[in-house]
């Protein structure tokens, strides 16, 4: 069978293209050895099943592994204790394998709770507690989507157990280790377990160690991937060059790196403007991933705000594991932890928020209509004229705003730049901030457009000397992308400006600058 680059559900090395897990592997397997109840907790699509399932794999040599997955639980059966039992003790026998670990009188004790509702909790893990003794192998609890169960009493009181046991497991036998997998963070779970406003914060799950284990691809690991593809494919793709390319712009998020492959499989061709087409179609085209970051947005305002300040403001956050909104954005994927301070997850998440904002205001936005309407204007000979896109921002900015300048704040050029901006490249182009360069002062845009990029620096006028170390700064930035031209476009409020566009020479480069 040919394998393929897979984007929904479990991935197996058998049928998909994946990347090598076997190092991640013997990681968690250290934690198992050492009797570590944990919990995986990323995003939506981050490959948390497709390692649970190649873990069961790894570990069932040494142990007995019992894996599990709430989502094969309904609702009601999270409605009370009864319930519960007994729905657990069905799908753990459902599980033949399992079985097969069983003595007759566990076996027998088993399918008597199975087929009623009238045992309780405690009941459930003296039986469990007596199988975990009498086991040829120690035991190891994989329960996979646990997200299914945590707005119940019935959970919490399932994980209570877990800790009593393991507390007292010189004395009672248990669990070598659990492993609890989903995108909540059930070790600070917050839980609304009783009617009105009344919420409980819960921590039954304390003796849990934390996973640090990098669940993201890294340029090697894709390289990895590409080569085996490479090899029964022989496309003469440039493996170094695309490896970086996908991980520049993914971060190595696992299931944009196999949509971006997928696409490069399908159009038949793994050049940079294949590349580029599959970035775009990730952007614009509807998928679940995105959909669903989307409707976090849409449904969270204080996440919203967060993000909006992050990205047009420029401002700064530091990480904070105690700060709820901070751990949100985490938690659903779009920021992550970077040298102590929070920033966009990838360039991918960072296009679609921008563009989602954009979008929000964009048809009540006079300078985005002028951007729609100019934006036949600006293609010469298949390239962007990047120098005449600033010269006509400019002139329509003076016209709207120019007279109101107590209403515009600062941080409102960059948002006003990309709102003129994105009529012009949309369809055809992309455009992603760079995370390092953005602050209150300054903002790097890089824009793709049929292969060939622009950086242009926008910033904030604080006086010549301070233009002078911009000029500086650009060129050294265009030096790192092998460019010899780039734009810097400066929003100078002083009464006394001189608006318009000059080309300059810096270190070498060529600068085409504007000032607003």
Not at 473 to 496: M, T, V
Not at 509 to 515: G, L, M, R
């Amino acid at each position: 069978m040919e394998r393929y680059f897979n984007i929904t559900g479990c991935c197996n090395p058998q049928e998909h293209y994946m990347v090598n897990l076997d190092s991640r592997l013997a990681q968690i397997k250290k934690m198992v050895d050492r009797g570590q109840y944990f919990c995986i907790n990323r995003g939506r699509q981050y490959g948390k099943t497709t390692l649970i399932m190649a873990l069961e794999s790894y570990l069932e040599k040494e142990y007995i592994v019992v894996s599990m997955d709430f989502q094969g639980l309904s609702t009601p059966e999270f409605s009370t204790e009864g319930m519960f039992v007994k729905a657990f003790a069905r799908e753990l026998w459902l599980d033949r394998r399992t079985q097969h670990f069983m003595n007759h009188d566990i076996q027998t004790a088993m399918k008597e709770i199975r087929s009623s509702s009238a045992y309780t909790m405690a009941d459930l893990f003296v039986c469990l507690s007596e199988w975990c003794m009498e086991a040829e192998k120690k035991i190891v609890l994989m329960i996979d989507e646990v997200d299914q169960a945590s707005n119940n009493q019935v959970f919490l009181d399932f994980l209570a157990q877990l800790r009593f046991y393991y507390l007292k497991r010189n004395k009672r036998p248990t669990f070598q280790s659990v492993i609890l997998a989903g995108v909540h963070d059930i070790r600070n779970l917050r839980q609304k377990i009783r009617p009105d406003a009344e919420h409980k914060h819960n921590s039954p799950w304390n003796i849990a160690s934390a996973f640090e284990i990098d669940m993201s691809f890294n340029v090697h690991d894709i390289a990895g991937m590409l080569t085996e593809y490479e090899n029964d494919h022989h496309t003469g793709m440039d493996i170094p060059k695309l490896s970086q390319l996908i991980y520049d712009y993914t971060s190595g998020y696992p299931v944009l790196v196999s949509m971006i492959c997928k696409c490069m499989d399908k159009s038949g061709s793994w050049d940079d403007p294949s590349f580029e087409n599959a970035v775009k179609y990730l952007v614009k085209e509807k998928n679940p991933l995105i959909e669903s970051l989307i409707n976090k947005l849409e449904d969270d305002q204080q996440l919203c705000n967060l993000l909006y300040r992050l990205l047009f403001q420029g401002e700064k956050y530091l990480f904070s594991a105690y700060d709820a909104t901070i751990q949100s954005a985490v938690m659903y994927g779009f920021v992550k932890n970077q040298d102590g301070c929070i920033v966009i997850a990838n360039r991918i998440f960072e296009t679609v928020i921008y563009d989602w904002f954009i979008s929000s205001i964009s048809t009540d936005s006079p300078i985005f209509s002028e951007g729609f309407k100019d934006k036949n204007q600006f293609i010469q000979d298949g390239q962007l004229n990047m120098e005449k896109i600033l010269e006509k921002f400019i002139r329509h900015f003076n016209d709207i705003y120019g007279s109101q300048p107590d209403k515009f704040k600062e941080e409102d050029g960059r948002k006003l730049f990309l709102l003129y901006l994105r009529p012009i490249i949309n369809g055809t182009g992309n455009y992603y901030i760079e995370a390092q360069t953005r602050d209150q002062k300054r903002t790097d845009v890089i824009v793709d457009y049929l292969g060939k990029q622009y950086i242009v620096e926008l910033k904030i006028w604080r006086g010549e000397e301070y233009n002078t170390e911009g000029e500086k700064q650009i060129a050294e930035y265009l030096d790192y992308y092998h460019l010899d031209k780039g734009y810097l476009l400066s929003f100078n409020f002083n009464k006394n400006k001189q608006p318009g566009v000059k080309t300059i020479q810096v270190n070498g480069k060529t600068v085409v600058e504007a000032v607003v």
